[in-house]
């Protein structure tokens, strides 16, 4: 089928998320390998955000594929209440081999799912309510994990759910009402609001306080110093369940497996997604504490999914956790981490269109800003469409990313090389100058 008939198909039946159908003009895409792909009219384009920053491991990886098709042939399916080969042994993987300090799993299509079991999950085992969660996440589009969610996209499923409250996480560079002096100062001042916040919201009615561990789409927000140490202190303070959500952040986008390792932090709930089969089948879960999992061996998880733990996705589970090792992925990622930071912070010293720019390993966001240092777009609004012309722009140069507020992912997959960096960032340099002269 040739390019031109596949889009108009596509515009005839399909409806795309977070769009006004009419006005979309999707590339046709016949194949992608590593860090690339290529449209139906044999255009490569460079994957500088993952796709929606999954696919660590890139494109075309050929012993995943190879999971993917033996397990198809032996039994591609097989009902939740059941024990099978690949079934056991992910979650073996995951708990000895990548998480030991953590008790069991409890699988998922997707991340949103995911956060939505890990709510109810916190909200049996604790018998309390109430949800906190900061204000710049992105958790899911399910219902409840909109409500968990803070940034825009929440707000079209409002009125809510009662019970989910909203704290203001870090985000220094904008912070609008002091100046600190140094990290430490401004995580002291974070978790002092927050306690505040505990308290006048019940402190003994607080089931979880959620928090992506470093924020993604919402500007990959790198807690400050002695700030998730101190959260992680108020939830045992309160008796409140810390849930990370590592949907993003996880399987070696930061340069550890998860991105709590950074820290001196145990959450009690992890929820993942997206990299444990960097999108080739879908599958996600919740992993809980030994704690947690020990109440369920006498009361009942409430919590089901006709695809819990399907069969496929484990077995490009297991291949994919084998393929970060074999492929040394995650020492690779914080060994690429620096060389990314340097590439930005060289575009921004050059670009007077490009503001902040922050990554943790292979986990990065420039941000655009108008000529008095702000952000590029007002919150929640785009009224001229600045970003979708940049998005635009990077895409006639053969790259693509997403966009969110005034800023644009640059998280490539975790295979790519030096040069291939140095090479986008060519492109990003080319993009950033006509921004410098036709935005600004």
Same mark, same amino acid.
């Given at each position: ?11 005839? $039946?399909?409806?795309?998320?977070? &769009? ?54 032996? %039994? ?5 209440? $059941? ?8 979650? +073996? ?29 916190? +909200?049996?085992? =604790? ?8 204000? +710049? &996440? ?7 994990? #909109? ?6 996209? +929440?707000?079209? &499923? ?23 002096? &140094? ?29 992506? =561990? ?14 998730? !140490? ?49 999108? $080739? ?41 084998? !393929? ?11 060994? %690429? ?7 930005? #912070? !060289? ?39 600045? %970003? ?13 990313? $997403? ?19 140095? !090479? ?17």
């Amino acid at each position: 089928m040739a390019g031109e008939d596949i889009r108009a198909l596509d515009k005839k $039946y399909n409806m795309h998320s977070w &769009s006004a159908q009419k006005a979309l003009n999707p590339i046709v895409v016949e194949k992608a390998e590593g860090i690339f792909f290529w449209d139906a009219d044999g255009k490569k384009y460079y994957d500088m955000s993952s796709q929606l920053v999954n696919m660590n491991i890139g494109h075309g990886n050929k012993k995943i594929i190879k999971a993917i098709q033996d397990q198809a042939e032996k %039994m591609p399916f097989i009902g939740p209440a $059941y024990a099978a080969d690949v079934r056991s042994e992910l979650a +073996r993987k995951i708990i000895e081999e990548v998480v030991p300090e953590m008790g069991k799993v409890f699988f998922t299509n997707a991340g949103a799912e995911a956060n939505e079991n890990a709510i109810k999950i916190a +909200r049996l085992y =604790t018998g309390k309510q109430k949800i906190f969660s900061g204000y +710049r &996440s992105y958790h899911g589009a399910t219902y409840a994990a #909109a409500n968990l969610t803070g940034e825009p996209r +929440r707000l079209a &499923s409002e009125p809510g759910i009662p019970g989910f409250v909203k704290f203001f996480n870090p985000y220094i560079e904008r912070e609008p009402v002091i100046k600190f002096e &140094s990290e430490e100062q401004y995580s002291e001042y974070c978790l002092a609001k927050l306690e505040e916040q505990i308290i006048w919201e019940g402190q003994d009615n607080i089931a979880a306080l959620f928090l992506e =561990t470093v924020v993604g789409s919402n500007g990959i927000l790198i807690p400050p110093k002695g700030y998730l !140490e101190g959260v992680r202190a108020l939830c045992t303070k309160y008796g409140i369940m810390m849930v990370c959500d590592e949907v993003m952040s996880g399987w070696g986008r930061t340069g550890e497996w998860f991105a709590y390792m950074n820290w001196d932090v145990v959450p009690d709930i992890i929820t993942f997604a997206k990299g444990i089969t960097c999108g $080739y089948v879908p599958i996600g879960g919740a992993i809980v504490s030994k704690a947690i999992a020990e109440h369920f061996e006498e009361n009942v998880l409430i919590c089901g999914l006709t695809y819990n733990a399907h069969l496929m996705g484990c077995a490009a589970g297991i291949a994919t956790i084998d !393929e970060y090792k074999n492929l040394d992925l995650i020492n690779r990622s914080k060994k %690429m981490g620096p060389v990314l930071a340097k590439h930005m #912070a !060289e575009l921004q010293a050059k670009h007077p269109s490009v503001g902040p720019c922050r990554n943790i390993g292979l986990f990065g966001m420039v941000e655009f800003v108008d000529k008095n240092d702000g952000p590029l777009v007002p919150y929640a609004k785009d009224p001229k469409g600045l %970003m979708k012309q940049i998005v635009g722009k990077l895409r006639e140069n053969g790259a693509t990313t $997403y966009s969110h507020e005034n800023m644009i992912s640059v998280s490539p997959p975790l295979i790519i090389t030096e040069e291939e960096l140095k !090479e986008l960032f060519v492109i990003l340099d080319k993009v950033a100058t006509w921004v410098d002269e036709n935005l600004l």
